[in-house]
C-alpha cells in the first residue's frame, strides 16, 4: 500500500510555501526523497475546512489512487481568525472526525501562530529584498498582514492574502523559516519521516 499525504490549505500563497517547505524537508530526508505521494488542495479560506477539504478529498484524491493509499490529512491554517472569535468558523473536532470516517488514516492540523504572514517575516531580509526596499526599512503594524501590506505599499505594490505572490515565495529563505517555526512544522515533517529534533 502506498502512502499519501494531503494538505489542504487556505489560499495559493500556502500552496506555494508548503511545497517549497517540502522541497527542503525532501534535502533533509536520509533518502533524499520520499515515499510518498503528496497532494496540495486550496480550500478557499478558514472556511473551507468545514466543507470543501472533505468533498475534494473523498472526490478528488481518493478516486485517483483507488483506494490503494494510506492517507495522511495535514490541515494548515492560521490561528488569528479564532484567538478573538466567540463561536469559532471551524470546529476541528468535527472536520477530522468526517475525515476519518471516510478513510483518513491519520490526521495532522499545523496552524501558524496567528497567521502565514507572520511566518513569511521571520526572513524579513528576504522580503526586504524582493521588494526592493531598503535594509534599513522600519516594519510596523499590529499584525503578520497588516506588516506585510505595509511593506508592499512602500514598494507600490499590494499584498494579497492566500493569491499567489508573485515570486515573493521563492525569495524567501524557507530553512531559515522553517527553523523558527519548527515547532509548529515538526508534525509534517514527522509524517515525511524527519526528525527534526536532530
Sequence with gaps: MSKCLVLFVEGDTEIEFYKQV???????????????????????????FKSIALRKF???????????????????????VFEFSPKPPVKWNEVKKDL????????????????IEDWFLYDIEGILGFLRLSK??????????????????????????????NGMIERLNIEKIADAVKDQLNPLYEALGIDKTK
Design 58 to 80: 473523498t472526490k478528488d484524491i481518493k478516486t485517483k489512487y483507488d483506494n490503494d493509499c494510506e492517507f495522511t490529512v495535514v490541515l494548515c491554517s492560521d490561528t488569528d
Design 100 to 115: 476519518k470516517d471516510n478513510g483518513a488514516a491519520k490526521i495532522i492540523h499545523i496552524q501558524a501562530r496567528k497567521s
Design 136 to 165: 534599513k526599512t522600519k516594519v510596523s503594524g499590529n499584525s503578520g498582514y497588516n506588516k506585510l501590506q505595509r511593506l508592499y505599499k512602500q514598494a507600490n505594490k499590494v499584498y494579497f492574502k492566500g493569491i499567489k505572490s
Design 22 to 48: 517540502i522541497a527542503n524537508a525532501r534535502k533533509l530526508h536520509p533518502l533524499g526523497k520520499f515515499d510518498t505521494n503528496i497532494e496540495y488542495r486550496n480550500v478557499g479560506g478558514v472556511g473551507g
